[in-house]
């Protein structure tokens, strides 16, 4: 079975930066990652999950509105890696940030979206 894995993830201070990294674990090949657009989700304690940054296969990005221009999404299809820079981190961007691969519907829902992972988690502390 395939599942992402995510690491990166830490405790900073407000205005730092982290790099989110994630990759396809168990899948025999890249075409599993490079067919698919693929995000990047948040889960805050007592909030819904909501997307970050969404990736499509040809690399365009779209992101949260609350990002405002502080990230930044790239991938690389040949090592099956989705690299999530955060930069100015704010308190409110405390969550469990996760990685998955949207095969249906809305990019912004999260039933769209398998091969989630275990998550890491991102700590803002002011």
């Known amino acids: 079975q395939v599942q992402m894995v995510e690491s990166g993830g830490g405790l900073v201070h407000v205005g730092d930066s982290l790099r989110l990294s994630c990759t396809a674990s168990?899948?025999?090949?890249?075409?599993?990652?490079?067919?698919?657009?693929m995000s990047w989700f948040r889960q805050a304690p007592g909030k819904e999950r909501e997307l970050v940054a969404w990736?499509?296969?040809?690399?365009?990005?779209a992101f949260g509105e609350f990002v405002k221009g502080r990230f930044t999404l790239s991938r690389d299809n040949t090592k099956m890696s989705l690299v999530l820079t955060m930069n100015n981190l704010k308190p409110e961007d405390t969550a469990v940030y996760y990685c998955?691969?949207?095969?249906?519907?809305?990019?912004?829902?999260?039933?769209?979206?398998?091969?989630w992972g275990q998550g890491t988690q991102v700590t803002v502390s002011s």
């Open positions: 990736s499509s296969t040809h690399f365009t990005t």
């Open positions: 168990g899948a025999t090949s890249s075409d599993y990652f490079s067919d698919h657009h």
């Open positions: 998955a691969r949207h095969v249906h519907s809305n990019a912004f829902d999260s039933s769209g979206y398998d091969s």
